[in-house]
């Protein structure tokens, strides 16, 4: 996936969630050791694993940056209540489970983990 793919992923989440169009959220990609992908909230900075994007499908690669976006929203980096009430809210918790379970066998195939 390149990078205007990436930025127009971006706008329609923003879009959904409603986050203003003139907040401005950048994505770059990074190698990463051990995560999947972040977020700075000081400067609205998503960073995405660059080796493991090339691995992942794009659901998998819209709930990354979903997932991201929601912290954003939230301006918040905890994964608690409100946080998992935003994202059950667009997406289903038992599919949740599936595209994590999908991202985090990357990850470790990845890094050779097993």
């Not at 969630?17 to 992908?37: G, S, V």
């Not at 400067?43 to 493991?52: E, F, P, V, W, Y």
């Not at 994590?100 to 890094?111: C, D, G, Q, S, V």
Request: with cysteine; net charge positive.
């Amino acid at each position: 996936m390149n990078t205007k793919q990436l930025r127009k992923i971006l706008k329609e989440l923003k879009n959904e969630l409603e986050i203003p169009e003139d907040e401005k959220i950048h994505i770059i990609l990074r190698p990463m050791k051990t995560k999947a992908a972040s977020i700075s909230l000081k400067n609205g900075t998503i960073r995405l694993n660059k080796n493991l994007i090339k691995k992942l499908d794009e659901e998998c690669i819209k709930y990354l940056i979903l997932h991201e976006l929601i912290h954003y929203k939230l301006r918040s980096t905890n994964h608690n209540g409100n946080f998992q009430k935003q994202l059950c809210n667009k997406i289903k918790e038992t599919k949740i489970r599936e595209i994590e379970n999908k991202i985090i066998t990357n990850l470790l195939e990845l890094y050779r983990i097993f």
